[in-house]
T-cell receptor, first 113, second 111 residues
Framework: DAGITQSPRHKVTETGTPVTLRCHQT?????MYWYRQDPGHGLRLIHY???????DKGEVSDGYSVSRSKTEDFLLTLESATSSQTSVYFC????????????FGPGTRLTVL | GESVGLHLPTLSVQEGDNSIINCAYS??????FIWYKQESGKGPQFIID?????DKRQGQRVTVLLNKTVKHLSLQIAATQPGDSAVYFC??????????FGPGTRLSVLP
């Protein structure tokens, strides 16, 4: 699993509060991703990073921001959480340089009340 | 743990039988495809991949078939075991290092 950890693993919060999820990897992979997974849907890309301080939006980026100040850490922030952001969030990494296998973290279950 | 989805298509097979899971992809320009397995409470795990210049690729007990004419991908699992019970996703490489995932199929192995 490329040494990917996510924190917290579970969080319950209230509408309107800011939330930050952390992804940490130990394999020095270049690319990092944040996905959300909802019932009946596959994984949907929120944001991704192709290097330190290099990020871009994915399919469902509204209401989310990210930061990558170090290779090993990729933070996902919900500026003002809404109930529609209740989901399971997965971080993934990809080595690059010809290796396109994605490795996934264990997920974070976020509930917004 | 984290649940995957409650309303996924489900394939039920007897232990020891072969399983075939199908996936339709969206973009004829996609050049790389992956199958993932996701067990309950865990993140997806890579099973096998295939590039668009191939029709078939085999791994250990798994085979992926690619039909570019109809944009169809299938995963065959030989001699299905209880440990194969999971949700299976296909993903296509749309551009760069980004992927689009299918909704998934739940495989249930019956004793």
């Amino acid at each position: 699993d490329a040494g990917i950890t996510q924190s917290p693993r579970h969080k319950v919060t209230e509408t309107g509060t800011p939330v930050t999820l952390r992804c940490h990897q130990t394999e020095n992979h270049r690319y990092m991703y944040w996905y959300r997974q909802d019932p009946g849907h596959g994984l949907r890309l929120i944001h991704y990073s192709y290097g330190v301080k290099d990020t871009d939006k994915g399919e469902v980026s509204d209401g989310y921001s990210v930061s990558r100040s170090k290779t090993e850490d990729f933070l996902l922030t919900l500026e003002s959480a809404t109930s529609s952001q209740t989901s399971v969030y997965f971080c993934a990494t990809l080595p690059g340089q010809g290796n396109n296998e994605q490795f996934f973290g264990p997920g974070t279950r976020l509930t917004v009340l | 743990g984290e649940s995957v989805g409650l309303h996924l298509p489900t394939l039920s097979v007897q232990e020891g039988d072969n399983s075939i899971i199908n996936c339709a992809y969206s973009n004829s320009a996609s050049d790389y495809f992956i199958w993932y397995k996701q067990e309950s409470g865990k993140g997806p795990q890579f099973i096998i991949d295939i590039r668009s210049n191939m029709d078939k690729r085999q791994g250990q007990r798994v085979t992926v078939l690619l039909n570019k004419t109809v944009k169809h991908l299938s995963l065959q699992i030989a001699a299905t075991q209880p440990g194969d019970s999971a949700v299976y996703f296909c993903a296509e490489n749309l551009y760069g290092q980004n992927f689009v995932f299918g909704p998934g199929t739940r495989l249930s192995v019956l004793p």
